[in-house]
C-alpha cells in the first residue's frame, strides 16, 4: 500500500473508533440534559472543564507531540532497550506530576471553582458554586489514568498500532451512560453518578492499553533516571508545547469566564453543547488525521526526506478541509434541526434549542480553521519545534480575548462563539505563513487552489440543504423519530450532492478515500 493511502487507513481506523466514541458521547449529553437542571449541568461543566483542561495540557496533548517525534527517532536510530528506557522514564515522571497535580486540587477545590467562575451567573448562586468544588474532588483523579492512557497512545502510535487507543474514549462514555442510567437514584446529588462514571472511566480506558503494552515489550517500568538524554530532549519540547496548548484551553475557560457574568441562566451549557458539536467532525476527522499523520511526518524528519513531508503535509490539508468545509456549512444551515433533535426533550426546552443552536452556527464558523490546526501544529512538533506554535496560539488567545469584549454586548453568548472562531481564522493563517517561511516551501496556489474548490462545493450542497430545510417544519416534537429520519436523509442527500461536485472536480481526494476503503473490504473479506 502506497503510503498516501497507508496514512487514510490509518486515519479511518482512528476515525471509525472516535466516531463510535462521539455518538456516545452525544448520547451521554443528552442524558446529562435530560435528566438534570441547568443550575446542575452548568455545575458539572465547569467542574469537569479543569481535569479536562489538565488531560490536555500534561496528558494527550503536550506529552504526546512531544513524546511521539522522539520516541520514533529512538524507535529508528536506537536500540529497543533504549526506548524502553525512554518509556520507563517518562511514565515515572509523568505519574509524580498528575499525583501532585491531584492532590493539589483535592485540596483547593473551592478556590479552584472560585477563580475560574467569577461571575454573578455562577459564584453568587451557593449551591452551584459548592456543588461544582465537590464534583472536582471526585473527578479529578480522571487526570492520572487519562494521562498514562495518553503516554500509552504516544507509544502505540509511534508503533503504527492507532485501534486501541482510539477507542479507548468509547470506555469513558459507556462508564458515565452507566452512571446515568442505573446509579444516579444512589446519591443524594444524582449528579454525582456523573462524576464517579467520568472516574472509572479513566480506570477502565488505562486498563485496556496494558495488554498491548505488553504485547509489544513496552510495558513502563519505574526510573528516576532523570538525566536521560530523551527524556531531557522531551522535556524541552513538552514545555512550549504545555504553553501552546494552554492558550488553547485558556481560551476555553476564557469563554466560560465571559459566559458566567451573563445574567441569564444557561449561558455555559448552551456554549458548552454547541462546542461538543464542533468536537464531532474536528475528533471524528481533523484530530484523527493529524493523529495519524504525525508519526508518519517525524518519520520523515528523522530520515531528512522532505519531499516527502511535502507530500504528506499538503495531502493532511487538502484531506482535513475536504471533510471540514461541508461540515462547516452543514453544521449553520442545519443548526436547529440537529440541536432539536439530539436534545430537545426533559429540562431542555425550545428556548434552549435556539441559544444552543446560535452558539453552533458561530462556532461553525471556524470549523475550517480549527481542523486546519490539527494537521499544521503536527508539522511544527514533527520538526521538534513547539516554542512556535506555542507563541502563536498566545497571540490567538489574545486576539479572542479582545473579540470577546467586543461581541458579548451584542450578540450574547453566540458573540463568545464567535471570538473563538475569529482567532481562531487568524491564527491558521500565522502559522501557514511561519511554516512556508521556516520549513518546507509550498506555492500558496498549491493551497489556496483546492480550498476555494472545496468552499464552492460545499456552498452549492449548502443552498440545497437549506432549500429543503425551509420547507420542513422542525416544531413537531411528537413527531421526532420522522423528524430524525428527515433530518438524516438531508444529510445524506447533501453529502451525495458535496461528494458527486468533488468528483466533477477531479478532486484526489475522493479517489483516495474509495480506493482505501476498498483495500479495506477486500482484506476483511479475505480474512
Same mark, same amino acid.
Given at each position: 500500500?502506497?503510503?498516501?493511502?497507508?496514512? &487514510?487507513?490509518?486515519?479511518?481506523?482512528?476515525?471509525?473508533?472516535?466516531?463510535?466514541?462521539?455518538?456516545? @458521547?452525544?448520547?451521554?449529553?443528552? #442524558?446529562?440534559?435530560?435528566?438534570?437542571?441547568?443550575?446542575?449541568?452548568?455545575?458539572?461543566?465547569?467542574?469537569?472543564?479543569?481535569?479536562?483542561?489538565?488531560?490536555? +495540557?500534561?496528558?494527550?496533548? !503536550?506529552?504526546?507531540?512531544?513524546?511521539?517525534?522522539?520516541?520514533?527517532?529512538?524507535?529508528?536510530?536506537?536500540? =529497543?532497550?533504549?526506548?524502553?528506557?525512554?518509556?520507563?522514564?517518562?511514565?515515572?515522571?509523568?505519574?509524580?506530576?498528575?499525583?501532585?497535580? &491531584?492532590?493539589?486540587?483535592? %485540596? *483547593?477545590?473551592?478556590?479552584?471553582?472560585?477563580?475560574?467562575?467569577?461571575?454573578?451567573?455562577?459564584?453568587? $448562586?451557593?449551591?452551584?458554586?459548592?456543588?461544582?468544588?465537590?464534583?472536582?474532588?471526585?473527578? *479529578?483523579?480522571?487526570?492520572?489514568?487519562?494521562? #498514562?492512557?495518553? +503516554?500509552?497512545? @504516544?507509544? #502505540?502510535?509511534?508503533?503504527?498500532?492507532?485501534?486501541?487507543?482510539?477507542?479507548?474514549?468509547?470506555?469513558?462514555?459507556?462508564?458515565?451512560?452507566?452512571?446515568?442510567?442505573?446509579?444516579?437514584?444512589f446519591f443524594e446529588a444524582p449528579i454525582f453518578s456523573v462524576a464517579w462514571g467520568v472516574f472509572l472511566g479513566g480506570v477502565a480506558q488505562i486498563l485496556l492499553q496494558v495488554p498491548w503494552l505488553v504485547k509489544h515489550g513496552y510495558f513502563p517500568k519505574i526510573s528516576l533516571n532523570w538525566n536521560h538524554p530523551g527524556f531531557q530532549k522531551v522535556m524541552r519540547l513538552m514545555l512550549p508545547a504545555v504553553i501552546g496548548l494552554s492558550s488553547i484551553q485558556f481560551s476555553i475557560l476564557i469563554v466560560q469566564e465571559f459566559a458566567?457574568?451573563l445574567k441569564y441562566e444557561g449561558a455555559i451549557s448552551f456554549l458548552f453543547l454547541a462546542d461538543r458539536m464542533i468536537q464531532f467532525p474536528l475528533g471524528v476527522f481533523a484530530i484523527a488525521f493529524g493523529t495519524a499523520l504525525l508519526p508518519s511526518l517525524a518519520d520523515h524528519v528523522a530520515t531528512q526526506n522532505h519531499t516527502k513531508f511535502k507530500e504528506h503535509f499538503l495531502l493532511g490539508i487538502r484531506s482535513v478541509s475536504f471533510i471540514s468545509m461541508p461540515a462547516m456549512v452543514g453544521l449553520i444551515v442545519l443548526d436547529?434541526?440537529?440541536?432539536?433533535?439530539?436534545?430537545?426533550?426533559?429540562?431542555?426546552?425550545?428556548?434552549?434549542?435556539?441559544?444552543?443552536?446560535?452558539?453552533?452556527?458561530?462556532?461553525?464558523?471556524?470549523?475550517?480553521?480549527?481542523?486546519?490546526?490539527?494537521?499544521?501544529?503536527?508539522?511544527?512538533?514533527?520538526?521538534?519545534?513547539?516554542?512556535?506554535?506555542?507563541?502563536?496560539? *498566545?497571540?490567538?488567545?489574545?486576539?479572542?480575548?479582545?473579540?470577546?469584549?467586543?461581541?458579548?454586548?451584542?450578540?450574547?453568548? @453566540?458573540?463568545?462563539?464567535?471570538? &473563538?472562531?475569529?482567532?481562531?481564522?487568524?491564527? $491558521?493563517?500565522?502559522?501557514?505563513?511561519?511554516?512556508?517561511?521556516?520549513?518546507?516551501?509550498?506555492?500558496?496556489?498549491?493551497? +489556496?487552489?483546492?480550498?476555494?474548490?472545496? $468552499?464552492?462545493?460545499?456552498?452549492?450542497?449548502?443552498?440545497?440543504?437549506?432549500? +429543503?430545510? $425551509?420547507?420542513?417544519?422542525?416544531?413537531?416534537?411528537?413527531? =421526532?423519530?420522522?423528524?430524525?429520519?428527515?433530518?438524516?436523509?438531508?444529510?445524506?442527500? @447533501?453529502?451525495? %450532492?458535496?461528494?458527486?461536485? !468533488?468528483?466533477?472536480?477531479? %478532486?484526489?481526494?475522493?479517489?483516495?478515500?474509495?480506493? &482505501?476503503? =476498498?483495500?479495506?473490504?477486500?482484506?476483511?473479506?479475505?480474512?
Open positions: 500500500m502506497s503510503k498516501p493511502h497507508s496514512i &487514510t487507513r490509518a486515519a479511518l481506523v482512528v476515525s471509525s473508533s472516535t466516531f463510535v466514541s462521539r455518538i456516545l @458521547g452525544f448520547i451521554r449529553d443528552i #442524558l446529562i440534559f435530560r435528566y438534570f437542571d441547568k443550575t446542575t449541568t452548568d455545575a458539572f461543566i465547569v467542574a469537569f472543564r479543569i481535569p479536562n483542561l489538565m488531560r490536555r +495540557l500534561f496528558g494527550e496533548g !503536550a506529552l504526546s507531540v512531544s513524546f511521539i517525534p522522539i520516541f520514533t527517532d529512538y524507535l529508528r536510530n536506537k536500540t =529497543k532497550e533504549e526506548a524502553r528506557e525512554l518509556v520507563a522514564v517518562s511514565f515515572t515522571y509523568l505519574s509524580i506530576a498528575v499525583c501532585l497535580c &491531584t492532590l493539589l486540587a483535592h %485540596l *483547593f477545590a473551592r478556590e479552584i471553582i472560585q477563580f475560574l467562575a467569577m461571575g454573578p451567573g455562577f459564584s453568587q $448562586i451557593p449551591q452551584k458554586y459548592m456543588l461544582s468544588a465537590e464534583l472536582l474532588k471526585v473527578m *479529578f483523579p480522571y487526570l492520572i489514568f487519562i494521562s #498514562l492512557v495518553s +503516554l500509552a497512545m @504516544g507509544i #502505540l502510535n509511534s508503533l503504527k498500532h492507532f485501534f486501541v487507543p482510539a477507542i479507548a474514549p468509547v470506555f469513558l462514555n459507556l462508564s458515565i451512560i452507566a452512571g446515568i442510567l442505573f446509579f444516579r437514584s458566567s457574568f436547529v434541526p440537529l440541536i432539536r433533535i439530539l436534545f430537545e426533550r426533559g429540562h431542555f426546552t425550545g428556548e434552549s434549542t435556539l441559544a444552543t443552536a446560535e452558539a453552533l452556527s458561530f462556532y461553525a464558523f471556524g470549523l475550517w480553521s480549527a481542523s486546519l490546526q490539527r494537521v499544521v501544529v503536527p508539522a511544527y512538533y514533527a520538526f521538534h519545534n513547539t516554542l512556535a506554535p506555542a507563541v502563536f496560539s *498566545f497571540v490567538s488567545l489574545f486576539l479572542n480575548v479582545v473579540f470577546c469584549f467586543l461581541l458579548i454586548v451584542p450578540l450574547q453568548h @453566540g458573540g463568545l462563539a464567535l471570538a &473563538t472562531s475569529l482567532s481562531s481564522i487568524l491564527q $491558521i493563517f500565522i502559522l501557514m505563513v511561519y511554516f512556508k517561511k521556516k520549513y518546507i516551501s509550498f506555492s500558496w496556489k498549491e493551497f +489556496l487552489v483546492p480550498q476555494l474548490k472545496y $468552499i464552492f462545493c460545499a456552498l452549492v450542497m449548502g443552498a440545497f440543504l437549506y432549500g +429543503l430545510r $425551509i420547507d420542513f417544519s422542525w416544531e413537531a416534537t411528537e413527531a =421526532k423519530m420522522i423528524s430524525t429520519f428527515i433530518l438524516i436523509c438531508f444529510i445524506f442527500l @447533501g453529502f451525495c %450532492l458535496y461528494v458527486g461536485m !468533488a468528483y466533477l472536480f477531479k %478532486l484526489p481526494e475522493v479517489e483516495i478515500v474509495i480506493n &482505501t476503503v =476498498k483495500m479495506r473490504f477486500r482484506k476483511g473479506a479475505r480474512s
